[in-house]
């Protein structure tokens, strides 16, 4: 019997937790604190910890897992594997020797590329074709381990970062439990990461949410969805913040007899009946916003509201 500890917090993580329970023993789950969140800022358990109660499964919170009562907890559940999904720390050293199959982790994207917090939303981004989950031996570094097995994932035009992200984390629980039998009697050999082809994901911040449109229509549209759902993209909308839920382009010229070759990019467009603005290389058509203080609508609604767009 196999005892092991899981480590993540957000959504992501949870098939993996999930399937771990049904066909392993997890001893006990490691997870972020409570956060203030909405507008009363009440205090918000992460989804795993909402789960591994759930589920009966033990669960400490520590800020940071190098915190005395943290690496106390671990030894006395003295785990014979760590598995990580989506946890939002690095494990130091102490934490990665501590099991004696140590620790794995489900990483959403194809290492080398797109290591670090966000590689989901880097991959649509750079309009990569495919994405993927690897299954990696931690070590010291920010995702540098080797590699046990990798599956892919192909990127359609249509995806956000929020489906991708529902696709890979299911992706990434089925890879898990097709490598831990192998792993586990000792039967895989894990590849080191090679040199070539190494990128970085950063930590997004709200902010990058902002959209410019002096840049490529194309790069908008992909950014668009690629901080759907968070941090959202956003325009500066006659004092307020206007959000873009969804959008699509409309390449210069607007079709036959529109007369519009190009305009100054920032200018607010109508575009067959919905709201649209100027970019370079084309317009990009907000298909669905949401302005401040109201719930998502579609373009043509917030339209139809009476509101001074162009």
Request: net charge neutral; with cysteine.
């Amino acid at each position: 019997m196999t005892r092991i500890v899981f480590m993540g917090s957000p959504d992501f993580a949870l098939p993996t937790l999930r399937a771990l329970a049904q066909t392993h023993t997890v001893i006990g789950v490691v997870t972020q604190p409570d956060r203030a969140s909405g507008r009363g800022r009440e205090l918000k358990p992460p989804p795993v910890k909402t789960l591994a109660l759930q589920l009966g499964i033990p669960v400490i919170q520590p800020e940071k897992l190098r915190e005395p009562a943290a690496m106390e907890q671990l030894r006395a559940w003295s785990p014979d594997l760590i598995v990580v999904a989506a946890f939002g720390q690095i494990l130091k050293p102490e934490v990665l020797h501590l099991p004696r199959f140590g620790c794995l982790n489900v990483h959403a994207s194809l290492l080398p590329r797109w290591r670090g917090a966000a590689p989901i939303q880097a991959a649509i981004l750079a309009g990569d074709e495919e994405t993927g989950v690897t299954i990696m031996q931690m070590d010291a570094g920010l995702d540098t381990g080797p590699i046990l097995t990798q599956r892919p994932l192909r990127l359609t035009p249509d995806l956000t970062a929020g489906s991708v992200s529902q696709a890979l984390s299911t992706l990434g629980a089925d890879l898990l439990l097709d490598t831990l039998p192998d792993y586990l009697a000792g039967k895989l050999t894990p590849t080191p990461q090679p040199e070539e082809g190494v990128t970085y994901a950063p930590m997004l911040k709200k902010e990058d949410g902002r959209l410019d449109f002096t840049s490529d229509v194309s790069e908008l549209e992909r950014k668009v969805r690629a901080f759907n759902p968070w941090p959202g993209a956003f325009m500066d909308f006659d004092g307020t913040i206007l959000k873009i839920h969804r959008a699509h382009i409309a390449p210069f010229p607007l079709g036959e007899g529109s007369g519009v070759r190009a305009v100054e990019a920032g200018k607010r467009l109508v575009i067959q009946n919905q709201p649209a603005v100027a970019a370079r290389g084309g317009a990009l058509i907000l298909d669905e916003v949401q302005p401040a203080g109201k719930k998502p609508m579609s373009g043509k609604s917030f339209l139809a509201g009476g509101r001074e767009w162009s």
